[in-house]
């Protein structure tokens, strides 16, 4: 019996353990595995393989039963949601899975799946500068980072190299060149609107969007399986080509071809295992989505990358003698400072002109307008900024009031309408104290884990940087000769924009953060955390592209580390 239990420790026992399968985890397990690590990687979720688990992937409306429309019957234990539509239905979460309670309203967004949200993400990959790196320690509202953009710069390149980023070579310190090929091409719109910039503003530039999406693959991508972009724009439902980054058409494959990974879905992580005696993490709790049975993992080093709020929670229920209160939460910041973006701020209007053009085919992103607000000194009466996502395009309209013969007609040949273009900010929301996340002392959810709770909050910042958002997109808008426009603060809740950060931030002192320069928690340091929750500040940027760098960048120091006998 005992020879059992021993093969049973032997088998549950890794070098690594990486926790959440989405883009930062994939990014953990590609690195770990290329260094020849046995990884386990746990996901909560579902399984899902690339291609054969996409079942809606390049359907045509005509085939949904509904066309998108859920029935009744298959809406109950939804509650509504942004993928409750039959071309997503397959990545809505229900509500049992994982009740919380909003202390404040608060809109929290998942992907319990093999793969996470990097099949549902929105693609965006620009890199963070030195003025964000630089902006704590300048503004005071934050901790200093610990690393600078010339730290990153190389883990950039190398994320990208491997991902496929479309895109251009801008030329703007605020928004350092990435390596990039061919990007998508802006309507006649948006060009028109670039001119206009550049006539009226010496300090707002309109680019293409960097994106991850394979243009024009290299062999590094035809080496994943993956190919060109088809420009479908029905990213949101997997990709059959792999043309665009997730952990399910890239890294984990990748990794699963060195023989060194093993990927256990339906794993829900319960808590961080820490040997008072040894003085370090030894492995991972978690409990089977099915059974309900508990079941250990063990390992040299663990990686946290359940998506930011997740892994808040995780570390905060990781509790034992040495750390009563949370895996290295000697400081009491743990859940402290979240952050997110401002995406409350929206712009629309028309433009009568160039009647003659229209787009031809779909572009699955957009244009984008970098941060122009404080970037070098401070000058506004908010801190920090926004940056702004341009989208146009001419949009026609079937006239569907009369019957028979010219019913069809209409409908076969659409009357093109006007141009339109529309905007929206991303604004960087200011870390505070008070926004926070915490665990319910009473309340479990039905795998017997205390429920998060999430009190967080807008500021008098995010409204002022809001309303400057508004006053300037109308500006812009009227200068470009555009006309019926609308600008306006939603008034969205936090957690809309689906980039939450903060809780366990990096930094230089243990008393005011919980994270090293390379990510280790400074009180236990086989510990590492590497997704959203690992940011210090939030930026103006989509935050991916960072979470990837920074986790390639960890794990690799991690290995020398492991080889150094430091862990």
């Given at each position: 019996m005992?020879?059992?239990?021993?093969d049973?420790?032997k088998?549950?026992?890794?070098?690594?353990?990486v926790i959440?399968?989405?883009?930062?985890g994939g990014?953990?397990?590609k690195?770990?595995?290329?260094?020849?690590?046995k990884t386990?990687?746990?996901?909560r979720?579902?399984?899902?393989?690339?291609?054969?688990?996409?079942?809606?992937?390049?359907k045509?409306?005509?085939q949904?039963?509904?066309?998108?429309?859920?029935?009744?019957?298959k809406?109950v234990?939804?509650?509504?949601?942004?993928f409750?539509n039959?071309a997503?239905?397959?990545w809505a979460l229900k509500?049992?899975?994982?009740p919380?309670?909003q202390?404040?309203?608060f809109r929290?967004?998942r992907g319990?799946?093999?793969?996470?949200?990097s099949?549902?993400?929105a693609?965006?990959?620009q890199?963070w500068?030195?003025f964000?790196?630089?902006?704590?320690?300048r503004?005071?509202?934050?901790v200093?980072?610990?690393?600078?953009?010339?730290?990153?710069?190389?883990w950039y390149a190398h994320?990208?190299k491997?991902?496929?980023?479309a895109?251009?070579?801008?030329g703007?310190?605020?928004?350092?060149?990435?390596?990039?090929?061919?990007?998508?091409?802006m309507?006649?719109?948006?060009k028109?609107?670039?001119?206009s910039?550049?006539k009226?503003y010496?300090?707002?530039h309109?680019?293409?969007?960097?994106c991850?999406?394979?243009?024009?693959p290299?062999?590094?991508h035809t080496?994943?399986?993956?190919?060109?972009?088809?420009?479908q724009?029905?990213?949101?439902?997997g990709?059959v080509?792999?043309?665009?980054?997730?952990s399910?058409?890239s890294?984990?494959?990748?990794?699963m071809?060195?023989?060194?990974l093993?990927i256990?879905?339906?794993?829900?992580?319960?808590?961080?295992i820490?040997?008072?005696?040894?003085?370090r993490a030894?492995?991972?709790r978690?409990?089977?989505?099915?059974s309900?049975?508990?079941?250990?993992?063990?390992?040299?080093?663990?990686?946290?990358?359940?998506?930011?709020?997740?892994?808040?929670?995780i570390?905060l229920?990781?509790k034992?003698s040495?750390f009563?209160n949370?895996l290295?939460n000697?400081s009491?910041?743990?859940g402290?400072?979240?952050?997110?973006?401002?995406y409350?701020?929206?712009?629309?209007?028309?433009?009568?002109?160039f009647?003659?053009?229209k787009?031809?085919g779909r572009n699955?992103?957009?244009?984008?307008?970098p941060?122009?607000?404080n970037?070098?000194?401070q000058?506004m009466?908010?801190?920090?900024?926004?940056a702004?996502?341009?989208?146009?395009?001419?949009?026609?309209?079937?006239?569907?009031?009369?019957?028979?013969?010219e019913?069809r007609?209409n409908?076969l040949?659409?009357k093109?309408?006007?141009?339109?273009?529309?905007s929206?900010?991303?604004?960087?929301?200011?870390?505070?104290?008070?926004?926070?996340?915490?665990?319910?002392?009473?309340?479990?959810?039905?795998y017997?884990i205390?429920?998060l709770v999430?009190?967080?909050?807008w500021t008098?910042?995010?409204?002022?940087?809001?309303?400057?958002?508004?006053e300037q997109?109308?500006?812009m808008f009227?200068?470009?000769g555009?006309?019926?426009?609308?600008?306006?603060?939603?008034?969205?809740?936090?957690?809309?924009d689906?980039?939450?950060?903060g809780?366990v931030?990096?930094?230089r002192?243990?008393?005011t953060?919980l994270?090293?320069a390379w990510n280790?928690?400074?009180?236990?340091?086989n510990?590492f955390v590497?997704?959203?929750?690992?940011?210090?500040?939030?930026?103006?940027q989509n935050?991916?592209l960072t979470?990837?760098?920074?986790?390639?960048?960890?794990a690799?120091?991690a290995v020398?580390?492991?080889k150094?006998?430091?862990?």
């Amino acid at each position: 019996m005992a020879n059992l239990n021993i093969d049973s420790i032997k088998d549950r026992t890794f070098d690594a353990v990486v926790i959440g399968s989405g883009a930062s985890g994939g990014w953990a397990a590609k690195e770990l595995c290329d260094n020849g690590l046995k990884t386990l990687v746990l996901e909560r979720g579902r399984d899902v393989k690339h291609i054969k688990d996409y079942p809606t992937a390049s359907k045509a409306p005509w085939q949904f039963e509904f066309r998108g429309t859920v029935p009744l019957d298959k809406r109950v234990g939804y509650g509504g949601g942004r993928f409750l539509n039959e071309a997503t239905l397959h990545w809505a979460l229900k509500e049992d899975e994982q009740p919380y309670i909003q202390e404040k309203p608060f809109r929290w967004f998942r992907g319990y799946h093999v793969g996470g949200k990097s099949l549902l993400w929105a693609r965006q990959t620009q890199r963070w500068s030195d003025f964000d790196f630089e902006g704590p320690a300048r503004d005071g509202f934050a901790v200093d980072w610990p690393i600078r953009y010339k730290d990153l710069e190389p883990w950039y390149a190398h994320v990208e190299k491997f991902a496929g980023i479309a895109g251009n070579r801008d030329g703007l310190p605020e928004l350092p060149d990435s390596e990039c090929m061919p990007g998508f091409e802006m309507s006649c719109i948006e060009k028109h609107f670039l001119e206009s910039l550049k006539k009226h503003y010496n300090d707002r530039h309109l680019i293409q969007a960097r994106c991850a999406h394979i243009t024009d693959p290299q062999p590094i991508h035809t080496q994943q399986g993956r190919a060109k972009c088809m420009n479908q724009a029905m990213c949101n439902r997997g990709c059959v080509y792999g043309a665009y980054f997730s952990s399910n058409s890239s890294t984990l494959p990748w990794a699963m071809k060195t023989g060194n990974l093993t990927i256990r879905p339906d794993s829900v992580v319960h808590s961080i295992i820490y040997d008072d005696k040894k003085g370090r993490a030894t492995g991972v709790r978690v409990i089977d989505r099915h059974s309900k049975e508990m079941i250990e993992f063990y390992a040299k080093i663990i990686f946290v990358n359940a998506s930011a709020l997740n892994t808040n929670a995780i570390l905060l229920n990781s509790k034992s003698s040495r750390f009563p209160n949370g895996l290295g939460n000697d400081s009491g910041l743990l859940g402290k400072y979240i952050a997110w973006h401002n995406y409350r701020g929206k712009a629309n209007a028309i433009y009568e002109g160039f009647k003659d053009k229209k787009t031809s085919g779909r572009n699955p992103s957009h244009s984008y307008i970098p941060r122009f607000r404080n970037v070098r000194k401070q000058e506004m009466d908010f801190l920090r900024g926004y940056a702004i996502g341009i989208g146009g395009g001419r949009g026609t309209s079937s006239d569907t009031s009369m019957i028979g013969d010219e019913l069809r007609e209409n409908l076969l040949h659409p009357k093109l309408g006007t141009w339109h273009i529309s905007s929206w900010m991303m604004g960087e929301v200011i870390p505070i104290e008070k926004n926070h996340v915490r665990l319910h002392e009473d309340l479990k959810d039905k795998y017997g884990i205390p429920q998060l709770v999430i009190s967080c909050e807008w500021t008098d910042n995010d409204d002022k940087m809001t309303q400057d958002y508004v006053e300037q997109s109308r500006e812009m808008f009227e200068k470009a000769g555009f006309v019926n426009i609308t600008a306006n603060d939603t008034g969205a809740p936090p957690g809309s924009d689906i980039h939450e950060m903060g809780g366990v931030r990096m930094g230089r002192d243990p008393k005011t953060s919980l994270l090293n320069a390379w990510n280790q928690m400074h009180h236990c340091p086989n510990v590492f955390v590497t997704d959203g929750a690992c940011m210090t500040s939030t930026g103006t940027q989509n935050p991916t592209l960072t979470f990837m760098a920074i986790t390639a960048r960890a794990a690799n120091h991690a290995v020398d580390e492991l080889k150094k006998r430091n862990l």
